[in-house]
């Protein structure tokens, strides 16, 4: 292990700058997304940039095929988009949604979601309702299923959950809800925007009829750029986007069109082609390291990091549920989460606020206002950790 951490980090250059602990927000790129990138760029001011693209098909379809690979789908299935929130948008529309229908959700969903949530109750009458969560933290199954068959008489039903929240290392049971949701046939959408990359993932175990992700976290690619997956089931009925564009759909006759047979009826035309290389340059860069190398090295790393965090005097860990991730949350007695993240960076390493705004009803819960969220990657040594918490300790409980 100790010659590929090597390997990985001299692929890193953020590495010699900078204690990277904010993978939750975005990881440092390796050497091969950051030169596809670049490649491309310098591409396109040479010859133009549809002849570059052109130019680039093969690679640009291999992406789709590595990025299949991840979540344990097909390329067919696979949509390119500009971000997780873009892609969880994209198959939110395709519900037609309006007054009388429901949307099951979790108490700890991403922030975005959760206002889009709000968005379609105000202006459309949809009922958003919060599947209570188990005693030891994240959703319950049953209290999903309840829901779902006491609205059995709504309209239309659709289950919409984030994997991983932004503001905890919580680790929801969505296979579970995933067979609850193909049971009920209720259609299953999946935020896994902090999941891929530091999970394995198998689609066809978790049943979910959609799934958006993103480049930037634990893949490891640019900002700006994202996936998703639209299942077989889904893409038999026919559904599509509310707006679909001219790369999802043909304008066949002036009153009619028809969406593509795969998940690129999701798809916008105009593409940044150097990003989309960039996000297939870290899906293959994952596949060489391993999902389930990085997300035993990076559960190990957090884990490590809890156990340092406890003890320090007035530091309370705030991640709950059975299963915990490379995500760590803390709050710190008398001290606000901005200036202890601000004197981390003084140190330089990189960690971010978590605030009540992002989770409203998870940090109504656990009465805090914010919270350090500190977040390693496979990448990060052991050494980084206890240098985290060593500031940390000095710095709001004194050595413990």
Known sequence: MTT???SWRADTPGTAFRNHLNNAGAALMPSPVIDAINDHIRLESQIGGYEASDSQSSAVDAGYRDLAKIIGGDSRNIAVVANATAGFIQAMSVF???????IVTSRSDYTSNQIQYLALRERLGVEVLHAADLPEGGVDPSSVRELLESGRGARRRVVAISWIPTN???????????????????????DACQAVGQIPVDVKRIRCDYLAATARKFLRGPRGIGFMFASDRALSRGEHPLF?????????APDRYEVADSAKRFEDWEFPYALVLGQAAAARYALDVGIGTAHER?????????????????ARVLDRGSTRCAIVTVA???????????????????????????????????GVDAAVRLSPHYYNTEDEVDAAVNVLSEFCGGAS
Request: charged share 30%; glycine share 12%; with cysteine.
């Open 298 to 314: 990076a559960w190990m790393l957090a884990a490590r990091l809890r156990s340092g965090l406890e003890a320090i005097p007035g």
């Open 332 to 366: 710190f007695d008398g001290f606000d989460s901005r200036d202890v993240v601000r004197h981390l960076h003084s140190h330089g390493i990189n960690a971010v606020s978590s605030l009540r705004e992002y989770a409203q009803l998870d940090f109504g819960d656990k």
């Open 96 to 102: 037609d949604l309006g007054r009388g229908d429901m």
């Open 168 to 190: 905890s290392g919580l680790v929801q049971d969505v296979e579970a809800i995933g067979g609850i949701c193909d049971e009920l046939e209720v259609p299953f959408v999946l």
């Open 4 to 6: 590929r951490l090597e």
């Open 244 to 252: 679909v564009d001219m790369r999802g759909a043909r304008w066949v």
